[in-house]
């Protein structure tokens, strides 16, 4: 919704990257700040949600590489 023009991928694979990125992201969170019972960690929702931005941006980046490069 936010990249404009074509997408190389469809909707359900867009989510699933996003949701992967955001839970490997949310993973490295516990490192430095430990789960805490009955607490909603901000820090740790707001690096999920840059994870799977990241990871997200990482992908359309390497799909604008390669199809300006030739490769399939």
């Known amino acids: 919704m936010f990249y404009p023009g074509r997408q190389p991928m ?8 996003g ?16 789960v805490v019972e ?3 960690q901000t820090r740790a929702l707001l690096l ?5 931005v990241f990871v997200l941006v990482s992908w359309a980046g390497l799909a604008y590489v ?4 030739g490769h399939a």
């Open 66 to 69: 390669r199809s300006v490069s």
């Open 10 to 17: 469809r909707i359900l694979s867009t989510l699933i990257l």
């Open 38 to 40: 009955g607490e909603i």
């Open 48 to 52: 999920s949600l840059l994870g799977a």
């Open 19 to 34: 949701i992967v990125g955001a839970v490997l992201a949310g993973l490295l969170s516990w490192a430095p700040w430990p």
